[in-house]
């Protein structure tokens, strides 16, 4: 456990949007996730994957990921078979979706992403169950028409909000997309400390640039185009501070599609 915590802690010069341990123990994880908690706080946005034992039943998984409650980190339930026929250890399948959750750009969404080598799920669940799992905060392995084996949600395993909270941060792309309006505002912005002045036109270029990056990024289909970055009138600026509200929609993908069939019986000649 020492040695797990003073990586996490090793890594915290460097930016990364995803981490995970080779591990499904749970006092590692614990520390995992205490870690991210703990980074989250000091503006450090990065998701942490876990993975769930599946000697628990289904409940029980969701009762792991629903005991996080955390919308910077994600749990994968259940794992795959690959194509020889053998059974992939869970730390493969938190392998799968950290590589997912870190390669997929934030305008695209992991959700019915096939995984490569894989052939079956061993575990075969209801589609009661793959929704509990969802509203549980558990992403799962499922089996597409076509044979393949693909993510079947793209949750985090936030379940109950807090007053600072709305439901997109539920949704692992809504959430990176938040993350890297974040990190880049503040990678912009750092610029700007001791180089402009607490003035009117200091302010103004703050504003500038934060505009400049929310149609950049609207541009990149991460978030809606009415986007704001304004003062925020409720904390007036000082001789050397200022405060700014920024309002952004974040875009979400289609996820669920539910068709509504009138047929009618009607006599022909």
């Not at 996490?8 to 870690?35: C, G, H």
């Not at 994957?49 to 029980?60: E, K, P, R």
């Not at 912005?189 to 001791?194: A, F, N, T, Y």
């Amino acid at each position: 456990a020492e040695s797990y915590t003073k990586g996490f802690y090793a890594l915290e010069p460097y930016y990364y949007n995803v981490i995970s341990v080779d591990t499904i123990e749970d006092s590692i994880q614990e520390l995992l996730a205490e870690y991210v908690n703990d980074a989250a706080r000091i503006g450090k946005f990065a998701i942490a994957v876990l993975g769930a034992d599946q000697t628990l039943s289904l409940s029980q998984r969701v009762n792991k990921a629903k005991s996080y409650n955390k919308e910077q980190i994600a749990l994968i339930g259940n794992t795959y078979t690959h194509t020889d026929g053998t059974t992939a250890d869970m730390i493969l399948s938190v392998a799968r979706l950290a590589g997912a959750v870190s390669a997929t750009p934030s305008n695209k969404s992991i959700v019915h992403r096939a995984i490569k080598n894989a052939s079956d799920i061993p575990e075969k669940f209801t589609n009661s169950q793959y929704e509990e799992a969802i509203q549980g905060g558990v992403i799962l392995f499922s089996k597409n028409s076509d044979g393949q084996i693909w993510f079947d949600s793209g949750v985090t395993t936030l379940t109950i909000l807090d007053e600072n909270q709305d439901a997109g941060w539920k949704k692992l792309k809504r959430t990176k997309v938040r993350n890297e309006l974040m990190h880049r505002l503040d990678l912009l912005l750092e610029k700007k400390v001791g180089r402009v002045n607490c003035d009117a036109d200091g302010l103004a270029d703050v504003i500038q640039t934060g505009m400049g990056l929310l149609k950049d990024m609207a541009n990149e289909n991460k978030i809606m185009g009415n986007g704001a970055f304004i003062l925020d009138s409720a904390n007036p600026a000082t001789s050397d501070s200022a405060w700014f509200l920024i309002e952004v929609d974040d875009i979400d993908t289609l996820e669920k599609i539910y068709l509504h069939y009138r047929f009618s019986n009607v006599p022909t000649a």
